[in-house]
């Protein structure tokens, strides 16, 4: 079955000037290497089009996976789930790509799957989900435990926007 891996970001970090990836993301990145480990030349979306000091979301994935080692493909235009969702099926159908395997943050993956099953449905990609695991995820959690109120409030406004986004849309005949 033709998989393609989508990598949805968490954001981006400026350091002294020098934008990467979170360490956030970085975990995501050493996760798909370990799970494409088997694959030949496996195939990534590189999601997210904001910038910070001029660099992309995906970009700065890019920048952090091997050289050579994937087929990538870009999504910079989105700004949220919804539009992600939507450009990454459009990729998957022009390719002819049977599966998407998203790949997020456990905060993340249960709104992200959703979304992308609704975006998919009717179309014959198969969509799964897979959050980034421990020992990977433990920044992730501790960084809840010291504003667990802003991730709560944060998952919370994903979820509201995400709706009010797929709902609009289906009233212009999107959905």
Not at 28 to 40: C, M, N, Q
Not at 51 to 61: H, I, L, N, R, W
Not at 70 to 92: D, H
């Amino acid at each position: 079955m033709k998989t393609l891996w989508v990598l949805l970001p968490h954001g981006l970090e400026n350091t002294d000037g020098l934008v990467s990836i979170s360490v956030i993301d970085r975990a995501e990145v050493a996760y798909l290497i370990e799970l494409t480990a088997a694959f030949k030349r496996p195939s990534v979306v590189a999601c997210g089009g904001f910038a910070v000091g001029g660099m992309k979301e995906s970009d700065a994935f890019v920048h952090a996976l091997p050289q050579g080692k994937f087929r990538i493909y870009f999504e910079t235009k989105s700004r949220n789930t919804v539009e992600q969702a939507r450009r990454v099926l459009a990729i998957a159908k022009r390719n002819d790509y049977e599966k998407v395997v998203l790949i997020c943050w456990d905060k993340h993956i249960r709104r992200a799957a959703w979304t992308f099953r609704q975006i998919f449905a009717g179309s014959r990609v198969e969509v799964k989900s897979t959050s980034v695991p421990a020992p990977y995820s433990k920044l992730n959690r501790q960084k809840r435990l010291r504003d667990p109120f802003h991730w709560h409030v944060w998952n919370f406004l994903g979820w509201v926007a995400t709706i009010k986004e797929l709902y609009l849309s289906s009233n212009k005949g999107g959905l």
